[in-house]
């Protein structure tokens, strides 16, 4: 199970930090990150990170984001600077393969929590 926390609202040129905890008996999760979905638009990446640190980030966050990861803990965290209106969406947490000890899964998702910024 993914628990996101941190959304809330934010001014614009504001910042935000997003954290996800995954909880369970879990031996090992290859990549986690955020994906977020404003009203009427497809879900979008906004960025992974893998076991080994490798990060990938969504061209409109580029340079204003920033993902981090705890292995030990199965954390994943998103700072999020410089914040823009077209920012605002649910963002999801995500992990890829997820090995428990009866099972791996492919792919997990967290509820959403909202980010708003407002202009």
């Known amino acids: 199970q993914l628990q996101a926390s941190g959304g809330g609202l934010v001014q614009a040129g504001g910042s935000l930090r997003l954290s996800c905890a995954a909880s369970?008996?879990?031996?090992?999760?290859?990549?986690m990150g955020w994906y977020r979905q404003a009203p009427g638009k497809q879900r979008e990446l906004v960025a992974t990170i893998t076991s080994g640190g490798d990060t990938r980030y969504g061209d409109s966050v580029k340079g204003r984001f920033t993902i981090s990861r705890d292995n030990a803990r199965n954390w994943v965290h998103l700072q999020m600077d410089s914040m823009r209106p077209e920012d605002t969406a649910s963002y999801y947490c995500n992990a890829k393969e997820v090995a428990t000890a009866n099972f791996k899964y492919l792919e997990v998702w967290g509820q959403g929590t909202l980010v708003t910024v407002s202009s």
């Open positions: 369970g008996t879990i031996f090992s999760i290859e990549v």
